[in-house]
């Protein structure tokens, strides 16, 4: 059964500081790993991985993936409070079509 | 920035009614999609639609479970009789072509079955 588990569940910091949101996955035909932030409402779109060692910045977060190891983390520089939000790690398989396997999500917050 | 909409944003239903929750993909999207969020889980897979026909379905969309895409914007997903189970959040999502791309998710529709 494909698997993704994300680490730590959750997480409280202050503002300025430095986060690392782990994930590692088991999956069977691996196409990419991508990172969702969820708020309120829609789970909006950060980072999509495919190839391994490359790291993916924008602004303060920047995601890298491991794929010899199956993993990928995404980090958070310089926190501010409205980075508080559930960080969601899919990975996207192929089957019969594509489809997302999510973790359980990561519960950031961060207090000023 | 183009979104997908979803309808109602908040049902509460008594167990054994049917439900649709609607959804209007980005209008130059070819592939659609429904999750489900258990309170408290992970988001899941339901099913996937392309060409109007369902390309792959998890084992939660049982036969009580129905899509359909009935005038070329709406996307809807119909639970005949609903049960207890089935309170969750529910995504839909779509995106321009299969192919390792990135999925654009709605807002959510929460059903509450009582």
């Known amino acids: 059964e494909d698997k993704v588990v994300q680490s730590p569940l959750s997480l409280v910091v202050h503002e300025g500081d430095t986060v690392t949101l782990n994930c590692s996955y088991e999956?069977?035909?691996?196409?990419?790993l991508l990172w969702y932030k969820q708020e309120k409402k829609a789970p909006t779109f950060l980072f999509m991985l495919?190839?391994?060692?490359i790291e993916k910045k924008s602004g303060r977060l920047s995601s890298i993936l491991d794929k010899k190891e199956l993993f990928s983390i995404l980090n958070i520089t310089a926190t501010q409070t409205g980075d508080s939000a559930v960080y969601l790690c899919?990975?996207?398989?192929?089957?019969?079509?594509?489809?997302?396997?999510f973790g359980k999500g990561m519960k950031l917050t961060v207090n000023p | 920035e183009p979104e997908v909409t979803q309808t109602p944003s908040h049902q509460v239903t008594q167990m054994g009614q049917e439900v649709i929750l609607r959804c209007v993909p980005i209008?130059?999207?070819?592939?659609f999609y429904w999750y489900r969020q258990i309170l408290g889980q992970k988001v899941e897979f339901l099913v996937s639609?392309?060409?109007?026909?369902?390309?792959?379905k998890s084992e939660i969309f049982d036969d009580q479970f129905s899509v359909e895409r009935p005038d070329g914007s709406n996307f809807t997903l119909k639970i005949r009789s609903t049960k207890l189970e089935d309170s969750a959040m529910y995504f839909c999502?779509?995106?321009?072509?299969?192919?390792?791309?990135?999925?654009?998710f709605g807002a959510g529709s929460r059903l509450t079955v009582l």
């Open positions: 999502a779509s995106t321009v072509y299969s192919g390792a791309n990135v999925l654009t």
């Open positions: 999956v069977t035909n691996f196409r990419s």
């Open positions: 495919t190839s391994s060692g």
């Open positions: 899919a990975v996207l398989t192929k089957g019969g079509s594509e489809k997302l396997v």
């Open positions: 209008s130059n999207h070819l592939y």
């Open positions: 639609f392309y060409n109007n026909e369902i390309s792959e």
